[in-house]
């Protein structure tokens, strides 16, 4: 069984951080890209950031600069260092995994931020 649980989750102040976590469980991590989406109130979830299996990364323009992605393959955990935060990045984040026509999703954890 696949497991993606999402961590770190929570209510900060404009200018402040977070780290995300997401442990996996149930797949071979090392193999699989590994991804960070997020969706807002009345809009489409998108791609925050992404880490290959060989860590080669991405990012949304939105957060460039200012959001990490890496990746622990001993501990099959992703992380999402978020900097700078701004009230525009308030969403639902979630973790996917995927790996050829094989995706998965966690559940989600809530980023709010806001004075």
């Known amino acids: 069984q696949v497991q993606l649980v999402e961590s770190g989750g929570g209510l900060v102040q404009p200018g402040g951080s977070l780290r995300l976590s997401c442990a996996a469980s149930g797949i071979i991590f090392d193999i699989y890209t590994m991804g960070w989406y997020r969706q807002a109130p009345g809009k489409q979830r998108e791609l925050v950031a992404a880490?290959?299996?060989?860590?080669?990364?991405n990012y949304a323009d939105s957060v460039k600069g200012r959001f990490t992605i890496s990746r622990d393959n001993a501990k099959n955990t992703v992380y999402l260092q978020m900097n700078s935060l701004k009230p525009e990045d308030t969403a639902v984040y979630y973790c996917n995994a995927g790996w050829g026509s094989r995706g998965y999703w966690g559940q989600g954890t809530q980023v709010t931020v806001s004075s």
């Open positions: 880490i290959s299996s060989g860590a080669n990364t």
